[in-house]
């Protein structure tokens, strides 16, 4: 089962790729490829004047004699600042890009079901703008407090330099995953903690193609494409784990919503 989890993972971030390319969808992921571009930009020459002197700071805690540990120490360092800057870009990205993410994974979902959701435009998209950024501000909540509690450890000697980075490495994956497979769920007013919970029954599904999307976030030239791809797989992964039963459920408690009640007359 795990086994089949993480291979699905795998084929929903390849998935991304593939649509990304498809015609009617090209238009949606230009402007999240621009924004990434100039957040990249400004995150990279940030980073490029703090890394050197974190990873000195972290060694000059190796006592004379594990000296030989200097180099993996120096590595984990630079592994974890990489990591934070990611949170940082992460966070930015999901406030400037959210109403975009929203409508790219809208015409995804579209695309994948046949079944239009609604006639969104420009000014749907303008109207929708307050909520979509609450709703970033809900993952905000949720995610700064964890991530302020990790960085606060970095700074323990030894924990730090050897616990620390894997451990950022899977928040980082779980919050990629909560990043983007927010988008199908919000477009749908699925509550927050609701989709916390459902992407948490297939934890090893989401964590894989959180991780994939983390990876890519490092990785010049695909780091300024891989926010639409992660839309996209994102969005394949709900319309076929998801859709089917949370829009029954939307159905059935509408229904029950508005059916007539039985009346008892007062006597």
């Known amino acids: ?48 004047g703090q890394v050197g002197h974190f990873a000195a700071w972290a060694v000059s805690f190796v006592p004379d004699w594990l000296d030989w540990l200097s180099y993996v120490i120096y590595a ?8 934070i800057y990611f949170f940082i870009f992460n966070l930015l990205a999901g406030f400037i890009a959210a109403p975009f993410n929203g409508m790219l994974a809208e015409k995804v979902e579209i695309m994948l079901t046949g079944e239009k959701l609604n006639d969104a435009g420009m000014l749907d998209l303008v109207k929708d703008t307050p909520r979509i950024v609450k709703r970033e501000w809900q993952k905000f909540v949720y995610s700064f407090p964890k991530f302020l509690g990790l960085f606060a450890l970095s700074f323990v000697p030894g924990i730090g330099q050897t616990v620390i980075p894997p451990l950022f490495f899977l928040y980082g994956a779980w919050m990629a995953a909560i990043q983007y497979c927010d988008y199908p769920f919000d477009n749908h007013k699925i509550a927050f903690m609701k989709m916390r919970y459902q992407l948490g029954e297939k934890r090893a599904l989401n964590l894989t193609f959180g991780g994939l999307v983390s990876l890519c976030t490092f990785v010049p030239f695909l780091n300024f494409i891989i926010i639409p791809v992660a839309v996209c797989g994102a969005t394949a992964l709900w319309v076929d784990h998801y859709r089917p039963l949370l829009l029954s459920e939307q159905k059935t408690q509408s229904a029950v919503a508005t059916s007539p009640r039985d009346i008892t007359p007062s006597r």
């Open 76 to 83: 984990l360092a630079v592994i974890t600042l990489l990591v």
């Open 1 to 48: 089962m795990f086994t089949s989890d993480y291979k699905q993972g795998l084929d929903y971030f390849l998935q991304g790729w593939r649509l990304i390319t498809q015609k009617g969808l090209r238009r949606f992921v230009v402007m999240p490829i621009v924004i990434n571009i100039v957040l990249l930009i400004a995150i990279f020459w940030l980073m490029m």
